[in-house]
């Protein structure tokens, strides 16, 4: 399907939504027109409906919170967001969590010389990175490098 279809058919889904899920979707957009655009907050939403519903000031505070905490290691708002764009989930996930996913995977491969910096433009590139386990990275990263020893 087209790109062309695709917004026209998220434009008619958007007009048969409540009149709050139309308020908290056009308030997110507002909230960050430089960076995010209505397709794609929409799409993100489609696949993660329970954005519809969710505070836009809620999902404003955790993603700049995130973006604050990481600002000295270069992520950007920008950055953020189309990772969120690309990973729906991430709009929901608290800012705390991510930070400490985020920290503890760094710290388990600090003496391999990887740091906040490269790790966080590897979670930008890989969005699902941001929240999955410290644990299960490092579990799959040796057994990966088990493989080829």
Known sequence: MTKTKDITKLKKLFGQLTQKAQSNVNSLVQ??????????????????????????????????????KFEKEGLTTEQY?????????????SPETIEKNV??????????????EQYLQACVEKPQLFYQSPETIEKNVLELVKKFE
């Open 31 to 68: 909230k960050f027109k430089e960076h995010l655009t209505f397709e794609e907050y929409l799409q993100a939403c489609v696949e993660q409906p329970q954005l519809f519903s969710r505070s836009p000031e809620t999902i404003e505070k955790n993603v700049l919170e995130l973006v604050k």
């Open 81 to 93: 967001l189309q990772a969120c764009v690309k990973q729906p989930s991430l709009f929901c996930q």
């Open 103 to 116: 920290l503890e995977l760094v710290k388990k491969f600090e003496k391999e010389g990887l740091t906040t």
